[in-house]
């Protein structure tokens, strides 16, 4: 089965850090390039943060840049975002899938996990 599963989320302190997971399964994720979105409640979808397939090429949104990590296991088909110095606009539901950045055409995204960033 060709999926994505997200995981990693959770409730944390402005300032702290999380790592982002993203399984795949039924599919090689460096066969794409793949990144991470995410949606908070009233606001439009951004784009976080992507990986290339042939190059590792890596790009970031700019609300993130310069605090959030893309990164890929190969051998662990797994996606991953480190996210540091965390924010409350931060707050939202983070989901992976390929064909990064349009994220129209491609495998995911999966049911999202979410981060809340709050004191």
């Known amino acids: 089965q060709v999926q994505l599963v997200e995981s990693g989320g959770g409730l944390v302190q402005p300032g702290g850090s999380l790592t982002l997971s993203c399984e795949a399964s039924?599919?090689?994720?460096?066969?794409?390039?793949t990144g991470w979105f995410r949606r908070a409640p009233g606001k439009e979808r951004e784009v976080v943060a992507c990986?290339?397939?042939?190059?590792?090429?890596?790009s970031y949104g700019a609300s993130v840049k310069g605090r959030f990590t893309i990164s890929r296991d190969n051998a662990k088909n797994t996606l991953y975002l480190q996210m540091n110095n965390l924010k409350p606009e931060d707050t939202a539901v983070y989901y992976c899938a390929t064909d990064c950045p349009r994220f129209e055409w491609g495998i995911g995204p999966g049911q999202g996990t979410q981060v809340t960033v709050s004191s």
């Open positions: 990986i290339s397939a042939a190059d590792n090429k890596l």
């Open positions: 039924g599919f090689t994720l460096d066969g794409y390039a």
